[in-house]
């Protein structure tokens, strides 16, 4: 085995590793689902929001309030 392959060995290794500990941090989070309708006011969160600002539970004019310490 010369240099060549131990570099190629140790960056394998190296990408390996990498990837188990990617893999092992999305295992762990949880996606909060995004609410349909806001939990102040009770209209309906655009789709675009949804999927913009994932796990948001007000429309925006309620997030403003909340953000301002309103609601």
């Known amino acids: 085995m010369d240099a060549f392959d131990r570099a190629s060995a140790l960056e394998a290794k ?31 969160i655009p789709k675009a929001r949804q999927e913009a600002v994932k796990g948001c539970q007000y429309c925006v004019n309620c997030q403003e309030l909340a953000d301002k310490g309103k609601l």
């Open 14 to 44: 190296q990408t390996e590793v990498a990837l188990a500990n990617h893999m092992a941090k999305q295992k762990n989070k949880v996606e909060i689902k995004s609410a349909e309708e806001c939990i102040e006011c009770e209209k309906a």
